[in-house]
């Protein structure tokens, strides 16, 4: 492991990344439920499919990005570009689940030729600093924002946006009380404080649920915390993946069309990426003291490989999870925590029953602690300095939870500095990998506002 891994220099060993990637994958797993329920309910995909697609194409890419490139990060197919793949590509643009694979397939070939010839590479390492900074605090928020949703902690209002969920709900009790667990625990510095915080909720969620304070209601999304290990239940996701599922007829007939998709894909998933690595590297300790990132080459080879693989497989794009600074906090810091994530998406393959029991009220504690360490970046920023720096770094911070979208984040970000350094007569500070990225975000911002486009 020390050969492999260089655990003595980065300071930590076996047992603390065990502990943080079993920790990383608890607070992951629910995407082994969420993506069979976004892509089964398609013409030609079933359930069972995407669930050992799902499971299977994580465990890959995130092993690939234990040994491409050392790093604590884990994959799995993206929250939203799911969605965009099931909802707008098979729904509203009404394109076939072949169609919208083979989108994903050129995609991952797309990156895998931008990550050979450095340009993602380059990318994460000439973002200006103030901007990293912005975007590692953006994505505190962003965890946050969604954890206290999922757990209904926060509930949207018509009057106010949002609002105070009920504080009578078990759910939201147990994330509050959750969170405090963590907290006495890394105070007392526990080792695997966060994981010991998520099983001890998950704990008192069965409790209630046995003596009846905890109803479960799965018609409005309340379900049983109480795994089940019957034949019946494991045997239920057990199908093999649906294997090459390509139209590449379609994209002859209709180039134009794919095209957007496709740009789409790729648009979301390089930043949404970026901005992951940067964010999970900086609490680990693994940047430069110049800001750049060693071995980010071969973290987004990781993610691209990845992305290729979950279309032949038959899932959405595959992509770095936020969820991996939940590992990162818990002591995470070389691709041993990457690789223990990787072989438990192997292992709920076939113990799906008891990670799918899972609760958001469970792992909310977790990811609320996560965003505080994440959020801490803030101090580092620079308010006072110059004013692309200031803005760009503070629209980052912002739009990430706002928009909810880590790459919305980075583009107003982006934008905004760019903009400025024009303004402010400081052109030659723009490198051509900022100008280069301006003009991504000003092409799919002329998807969003243009007709027709």
Known sequence: MEKLFK?????????????????????????????????????????????????????????????????????????????????????????????????????????????????????????????????????????????????KVIVADPATTVALGDLSSIPVILSIVGLLIIGVLQYKKVPGGILLGIIATWILGIIFELVGWYVPDPANGVYSVIPSLSWDAIKSNFAAPALFQFDFGYVVKNFASFAIVVFTFLYTDIFDTVGTLIGVTQKAGLTKEDGTLPNAGGALMADAVGTVVGACLGTSTVTSYVESSAGVAAG????????????????????????????????????????????????????????????????????????????????????SWVILKVLTGKIKDISAIMWISFALFACYIATLVIPGV
Not at 18 to 34: E, H, K
Not at 128 to 140: R, V, Y
């Open 7 to 151: 655990l003595k220099e980065h300071g930590t060993n076996v047992k603390t990344e065990i502990i943080a990637g079993i920790t990383t994958f608890l607070a992951m797993a629910y995407i082994l439920a969420v993506n069979p329920s976004y892509l089964g309910g398609i013409a030609g995909a079933s359930a069972p499919a995407i669930f050992m697609a799902t499971a299977i194409s994580a465990a890959i890419a995130t092993i690939c990005m234990a040994f491409f490139a050392n790093y604590p990060v884990a994959l799995a197919s993206g929250m939203g570009l799911n969605a965009f793949f099931a909802f707008t590509v098979c729904g509203a643009m009404g394109c076939s689940y072949q169609v919208a694979l083979t989108a994903v397939f050129v995609e991952g070939i797309i990156f895998i030729i931008l990550s050979l010839f450095k340009f993602r590479e380059a990318l994460v390492n000439k973002i200006p600093t103030n901007l990293k900074f912005g975007i590692t605090a953006g994505i505190g928020l962003f965890i946050t924002i969604i954890a206290l949703i999922n757990s």
């Open 332 to 415: 995470g810091k070389t691709g041993l925590t990457a690789l223990t994530t990787g072989v438990m998406f192997l292992i709920a393959i076939v113990f799906a029953p008891i990670f799918l029991a899972i609760p958001s009220f469970a792992t909310t504690p977790a990811m609320l602690y996560v965003g505080i360490l994440m959020l801490s970046a803030i101090k580092n920023m620079k308010f006072d300095g110059d004013i692309a720096d200031v803005i760009g770094g503070f629209l980052a911070v912002v739009m990430m939870p706002f928009a909810y979208s880590i790459a919305t984040g980075i583009m107003f970000g982006i934008v």
